[in-house]
């Protein structure tokens, strides 16, 4: 048996969205789960076979990464990030997050 504990904290999610890719290539994400990124963050850099830059992904508000795809190929309409929305909490669960040693750098 084990000792059940009670996470640090919770929050409810009202708004999310799988961010998704428009055109087909070769992915390089630029962020992972746990990560808090702003409005208009660079996601994801999608490329051609020899490097030249096809689209710029970018995220569509502010918000919490919950999941990324490990696939490096994609075609248009892939799942790329799924993102949730933290509105005004953001800052709050930044700070929170930072002063338990939580955060994610």
Do not use: W
């Amino acid at each position: 048996e084990f000792e059940r504990t009670s996470p640090a904290f919770q929050i409810v999610v009202d708004d999310h969205t799988c961010i998704r890719a428009v055109m087909g290539g070769i992915l390089q994400l630029n962020v992972k789960p746990g990560e808090i990124i702003e409005k208009g963050a660079v996601v994801a850099v999608n490329t051609k076979p020899f490097g030249t830059e096809v689209s710029r992904i970018k995220a569509p508000y502010s918000g919490l990464v919950v999941g990324c795809t490990t696939l490096p190929m994609v075609i248009p309409g892939s799942a790329i990030c799924h993102l949730v929305a933290l509105e005004s909490r953001t800052r709050v669960l930044q700070r929170m997050l930072e002063r338990q040693g939580l955060l994610f750098e």
